[in-house]
């Protein structure tokens, strides 16, 4: 948790120092749950930096003992975190595949939170792309279950789509969830 304060501040190297020293304690102990989340978050550190292939490393390390310990939920966010990395590194037909298979474990432990998420993610790499029409039913299904569970991210969905409508126009907006609709 010290890490974390220190990430927020931007001094990257003491964050750093303080995870590594978690991750001996938690290697000493035998907690793999603890293990499998710290290597996450030095993996945020790393991809923070700018350094994709070493944040990669320790997601790909943190995402094998979620997997081995059958975290599934801590599995997810793994998935979604190297899928933001292939973002942002511009392999956007592997970030969807990542993406992709966060999306399916959320439906499969019941994780409207993180399906909400997702689906934001895949409407807003699609946006990025300007494939809107593909973005749109991602970010319509955000929204509701957002709007069912009370989280205000819904928010961010509402930008997205006012950038949408703002791009396309309202009449098309609408043909388009006509069309969705149908």
Same mark, same amino acid.
């Given at each position: 948790?010290?890490?974390?304060?220190? /990430?927020?501040?931007?001094?990257?190297? *003491?964050?750093?120092?303080?995870?590594? !020293?978690?991750?001996?304690?938690?290697?000493?102990?035998?907690? *793999?749950?603890?293990?499998?989340? #710290?290597?996450?978050?030095?993996?945020?550190?790393?991809?923070?930096?700018?350094?994709?292939? *070493?944040?990669?490393?320790?997601?790909?390390?943190?995402?094998?003992?979620? !997997?081995?310990?059958?975290? *599934?939920?801590?599995?997810?966010?793994?998935?979604?975190?190297?899928?933001?990395?292939?973002? =942002?590194?511009?392999?956007?037909? #592997?970030?969807?595949?990542?993406?992709?298979?966060?999306?399916?474990?959320?439906?499969?432990? &019941? =994780?409207?939170?993180?399906? &909400?998420? #997702?689906?934001?993610?895949?409407?807003?790499?699609?946006?990025?792309?300007? /494939?809107?029409? $593909?973005?749109?039913?991602?970010?319509?299904?955000?929204?509701?279950?957002?709007?069912?569970?009370?989280?205000?991210?819904?928010?961010?969905?509402?930008?997205?789509?006012?950038?949408?409508?703002? /791009?396309?126009? $309202?009449?098309?907006?609408?043909?388009?969830?006509?069309?969705?609709? !149908?």
């Amino acid at each position: 948790n010290i890490s974390q304060i220190h /990430k927020v501040r931007g001094d990257y190297d *003491r964050a750093l120092s303080y995870l590594e !020293q978690s991750l001996k304690i938690q290697q000493e102990i035998g907690d *793999r749950q603890g293990e499998g989340v #710290t290597l996450n978050n030095i993996s945020q550190i790393y991809n923070a930096k700018g350094d994709y292939d *070493r944040a990669l490393s320790y997601l790909e390390q943190s995402l094998k003992i979620r !997997q081995e310990i059958g975290d *599934r939920k801590g599995e997810s966010t793994t998935l979604g975190n190297i899928a933001s990395i292939y973002k =942002d590194k511009g392999d956007l037909d #592997t970030a969807l595949e990542y993406f992709y298979k966060d999306l399916d474990i959320c439906k499969s432990i &019941g =994780d409207l939170h993180g399906m &909400g998420i #997702t689906l934001l993610n895949l409407g807003g790499l699609f946006f990025d792309q300007n /494939k809107i029409e $593909e973005a749109i039913p991602y970010l319509i299904q955000s929204y509701q279950i957002f709007n069912q569970i009370g989280s205000p991210i819904k928010s961010n969905v509402e930008g997205l789509l006012g950038a949408i409508i703002e /791009k396309i126009g $309202e009449a098309e907006f609408q043909k388009i969830l006509q069309n969705l609709n !149908q």
